[in-house]
Nanobody, 119 residues
Framework: QVQLVESGGGLVQAGDSLRLSCAAS????????LHWFRQAPGKEREFVAK????????YYADSVKGRFTISRDNVKNTGYLQMNSLKPEDTGVYYC????????????WGQGTQVTVAS
């Protein structure tokens, strides 16, 4: 079992930056792929980014490529999502999730953190 807690969300202006954190506890965080998803009001949850257990490979949704960067620190048991050049359409609840591989569906989810980007 892995417990995940997101933090770092908030209200920002378009063009600003935010860094989300995902603190993990429980089983060895370093053995899991880390994913970030988001859900906008009235929309389905969508994939944002993911990173392999050792950080060697990263993947992004086209909508955030070049603006967002996913990373992780397995010593600190924490994952990150650096979000730059934020747009109003980036508004939503952001969830981190852990899974056995980047190609597999996540097994564990955090409770989410709200990001609101004002125009």
């Amino acid at each position: 079992q892995v417990q995940l807690v997101e933090s770092g969300g908030g209200l920002v202006q378009a063009g600003d930056s935010l860094r989300l954190s995902c603190a993990a506890s429980g089983r060895a965080f370093g053995g899991y792929a880390l994913h970030w998803f988001r859900q906008a009001p009235g929309k389905e949850r969508e994939f944002v980014a993911k990173i392999q257990w050792n950080g060697s490979n990263t993947y992004y949704a086209d909508s955030v490529k070049g603006r967002f960067t996913i990373s992780r620190d397995n010593v600190k048991n924490t994952g990150y999502l650096q979000m730059n050049s934020l747009k109003p359409e980036d508004t939503g609840v952001y969830y981190c999730a852990a899974g056995l591989a980047v190609s597999a569906s996540p097994l564990y989810w955090g409770q989410g953190t709200q990001v609101t980007v004002a125009s």
